[in-house]
């Protein structure tokens, strides 16, 4: 099982840009399909973005489509989620998944690991 630390969080104003990375332990992290999904105060963890052990897939929530960017590097066992135009709703903590094997779900409880999350926030 990987162990996932989250980074890159902030505050941002209307517009702005973050990249968060995840980065995980374990020499086993090429064989891990990555996502990351985010959680605001009183509302259920949503799927942000998810990529498969191969990066040959990605796949995005349709409210992030053209704005958010999900890569990875697994020579730095790393996931990274590149977002711009980011809406003062966007605020929420982000949080870095990962699971075993060559797919990802946009179901929270079907993911093996979890970071601690980081706070993003995006002031108006």
């Known amino acids: 099982q990987v162990q996932l630390v989250e980074s890159g969080g902030g505050l941002v104003r209307t517009g702005g840009s973050l990249r968060l990375s995840c980065a995980a332990s374990?020499?086993?992290?090429?064989?891990?399909?990555m996502g990351w999904f985010r959680q605001a105060p009183g509302k259920e963890r949503e799927f942000v973005a998810g990529?498969?052990?191969?990066?040959?897939?990605?796949s995005y929530a349709d409210s992030v489509k053209g704005r958010v960017t999900i890569s990875r590097d697994n020579s730095k066992n790393t996931v990274y989620l590149q977002m711009s135009s980011l809406k003062p709703e966007e605020t929420a903590v982000y949080y870095c998944?990962?699971?075993?094997?060559?797919?990802?779900?946009?179901?929270?409880?079907?993911?093996?690991?979890w970071g601690q999350g980081t706070q993003v926030t995006v002031s108006s």
């Open positions: 374990g020499r086993t992290f090429a064989t891990y399909s």
């Open positions: 998944a990962a699971t075993p094997g060559d797919t990802y779900y946009r179901q929270p409880s079907l993911w093996r690991s």
């Open positions: 990529i498969t052990e191969s990066s040959g897939s990605t």
